[in-house]
């Protein structure tokens, strides 16, 4: 379809979503004659050497392609004088969809991952309750669960942007944000059978690593969506993530979502645990600060073309990326090609769930000079993802933390793609 024009909707190249079809039958840029055969071509086909004998039979335990080997998390420096610490970052970049491969989930220990048989673990439920209770694995594993799909998110992702790093990839800049589908025990069946006390407004939960890491969460979340998650996308919770339990508070920051989980006491207060008081909380420039910001911003990211990629001609692109509210689902992603003059709806593909990732994609005739690429999300409750001057304007730079600022990916006239502040 090499001289077809599609209709634009916005400026700088961006193409009407009812052209997504006839896009991917033709196939993408100008490379969509390679793959176009030849009248006769069908008849000389070679076969590959693949074809030719039987591949080894079924195995155990299911391992990916060594072409694929390349999508790795990205750790961080690991900090000597603070063992089993720091961070790994999903290949954003790489991923389709919206459900992160366990393997690939990001990770965030304060302390590394304890090893832990699930045959001495306990949950302790205690504190202002009319009977104290505590759970082995075992007895957790006959309740009723529920499966839901939702994203976690690192408070301190995409922090990069208000320090004005240069340069970075989605996965170094932003991929501190995956998602799953959790599967688990609502809080609340297991607090209703320890019996909250009318004076309890808090709960303080409490992991089995060496940090003994906790946080407070006020007693209406922990009776409304939280879960004792159990399994991550059907199987065991992995060690990396909580093994053989976790709390799961679905929207707020990642923190929040204790890992391990070994004690829930009901409490009148927040405890004032050292992840609520020293750090994620939030530093204004007149050294004010915000203790508690517990649902991430609405959120997006284009993840192709993205930070270090090349476009290696003009023609047309698939602009594709991810969006997530902890307030809500998303309700429209917009894209500008233009820095955010002008604005254009993207398709939304396939789920829009409650507080978990939905991809969007658009698609985009790339006229070889250069071009800024912006995605902007709203959410169900009509909350508009912030440019960056807009988030430094209401809160400065002094902390870092819940940046859910809009990306600016520059396509420079040699095709590099770059991160950059508009
Ligand atoms: N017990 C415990 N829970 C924890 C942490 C930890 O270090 N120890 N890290 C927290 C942080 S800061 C985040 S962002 C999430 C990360 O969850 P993940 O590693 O499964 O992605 O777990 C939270 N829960
Ligand atoms: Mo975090």
Request: glycine share 12%; net charge neutral; charged share 15%.
């Amino acid at each position: 379809m090499p001289n077809k024009i599609f209709d634009k909707v916005a400026g700088n190249g961006l193409i009407s979503r009812r052209h997504l079809l006839e896009i991917s039958a033709a196939g993408l840029g100008m490379a969509a004659s390679n793959s176009v055969l030849g009248a006769d071509s069908g008849f000389n086909l070679e076969i590959p050497g693949w074809s030719r004998t039987p591949g080894p039979g079924p195995s155990a335990y299911g391992n990916r392609s060594p072409h694929t080997e390349n999508f790795q998390r990205m750790t961080g420096f690991q900090n000597p004088t603070y063992p089993g610490g720091g961070s790994s970052r999903s290949p954003l970049q790489y991923l389709q969809g919206t459900i992160t491969p366990n393997s690939l989930h990001f990770e965030r220990h304060h302390a590394g991952v304890p090893d832990i048989d699930p045959v001495g673990h306990k949950l302790v439920i205690n504190g202002l309750v009319r009977q104290p209770l505590a759970f082995s694995y075992e007895d957790l594993l006959k309740y009723q669960m529920v499966s839901r799909v939702y994203f976690l998110e690192c408070s301190g992702n995409s922090g990069a942007l208000l320090r004005g790093e240069t340069g970075g990839t989605a996965q170094s800049l932003h991929g501190l944000v995956s998602c799953a589908e959790w599967t688990g025990i609502p809080l609340s069946t297991l607090l209703d059978e320890a019996g909250v006390l009318p004076d309890a407004r808090w709960i303080a939960a409490v992991g089995a690593d060496a940090a003994s890491m906790g946080r407070s969460v006020p007693i209406e979340k922990a009776l409304d969506d939280v879960m004792v998650a159990l399994y991550q996308n059907g199987e065991p919770v992995r060690p990396g993530q909580g093994y053989p339990m976790r709390l799961f508070c679905p929207g707020w920051e990642g923190n929040i979502s204790v890992k391990w989980l070994t004690q829930i006491k009901l409490t009148r207060g927040p405890a004032q645990f050292r992840d609520e008081t020293s750090k994620y909380t939030d530093t204004l420039p007149d050294r004010s600060s915000y203790q508690f910001t517990f649902p991430m911003g609405t959120k997006s990211l284009i993840t192709s073309p993205s930070g270090e990629m090349t476009l290696n001609q003009s023609g047309i692109y698939q602009v594709t990326g991810i969006a997530w509210s902890g307030s809500g689902r998303i309700n429209r992603v917009e894209v500008s090609a233009d820095g955010g003059q002008t604005w254009a709806d993207a398709d939304i593909q396939g789920h829009q769930l409650e507080k978990a990732v939905t991809r969007f994609t658009i698609p985009w005739e790339w006229n070889g000079g250069t071009a800024i690429l912006q995605s902007r999300a709203t959410d169900s409750r009509g909350n508009v993802q912030p440019t960056r001057s807009a988030v430094i304007a209401d809160r400065g730079t002094v902390s870092t933390y819940h940046n859910h600022c809009i990306q600016s990916w520059e396509v420079n006239n040699t095709g590099e793609v770059i991160n950059i502040y508009v």
